[in-house]
T-cell receptor, first 110, second 115 residues
């Protein structure tokens, strides 16, 4: 059973059409939830870390939020350059390694 | 260097050969991680080091896989007697230290193809 599930697998938006990506996790004891952006042929690039329910972080058109069982990455008025795969990763306890979801492939069409 | 570097970027080998993949982390970063990423999947943890000490190797698939970081900087991931199922993108990441708050910086990866 996947511990970290991202939805949808793929999302196609028109430029300016706001939407949200979801990351849900099944194991208790969250120590940190991380969002990364990955462009084709490149390594993941860090976006945000969230630690506790109710926390929010913003960067340009992106805002990440966290509840007890899931996180949302809200994209406001996206542009074509926001097209990428967005990965969510969770650290559950102590020094356990990051567990990544499969990602959401976002395409923003001009 | 400015970021994490990996070499080679592409490696094609024949089944049964040994391969060594190299990672050069960001200067001063204490923690170094190895991941494997299949197409359409997120990175999957293999192992990590703090300084030269291997802290967790629970993600290594079997004993054909090993890693070292002898001087606490550059790391090598070695796969012995490669099999076709080992074909994947192998990514390295580094962080200042393996604290919950420390973001990991990823390298460009090595694409391994086993024929």
């Amino acid at each position: 059973e996947d511990q970290v599930t991202q939805s949808p697998e793929a999302l196609r938006l028109q430029e300016g059409e706001s939407s949200s990506l979801n990351c849900s996790y099944t194991v208790s004891g969250l120590r940190g939830l991380f969002w990364y952006r990955q462009d084709p042929g490149k390594g993941p690039e860090f976006l945000f870390t969230l630690y506790s329910a109710g926390e929010e972080k913003e960067k340009e058109r992106l805002k990440a939020t966290l509840t007890k069982k899931e996180s949302f990455l809200h994209i406001t008025a996206p542009k074509p350059e926001d097209s990428a795969t967005y990965l969510c990763a969770v650290r559950f306890s102590g020094n356990t390694p990051l567990v990544f979801g499969k990602g959401t492939r976002l395409s923003v069409i001009a | 260097g400015a970021g994490v570097s990996q070499s080679p970027r592409y490696k094609v080998t024949k089944r049964g050969q040994d391969v060594a993949l190299r990672c050069d982390p960001i200067s001063g970063h204490v923690s170094l991680y190895w991941y494997r990423q299949a197409l359409g999947q997120g990175p999957e943890f293999l192992t990590y080091f703090n300084y030269e000490a291997q802290q967790d190797k629970s993600g290594l698939p079997n004993d054909r896989f090993s890693a070292e970081r002898p001087e606490g900087s550059i790391s090598t991931l070695t796969i012995q007697r490669t099999e076709q199922r080992d074909s994947a993108m192998y990514r390295c990441a580094s962080s200042q230290l393996n604290r919950v708050s420390d973001e990991q910086f990823f390298g460009p990866g090595t694409r391994l193809t086993v024929l």
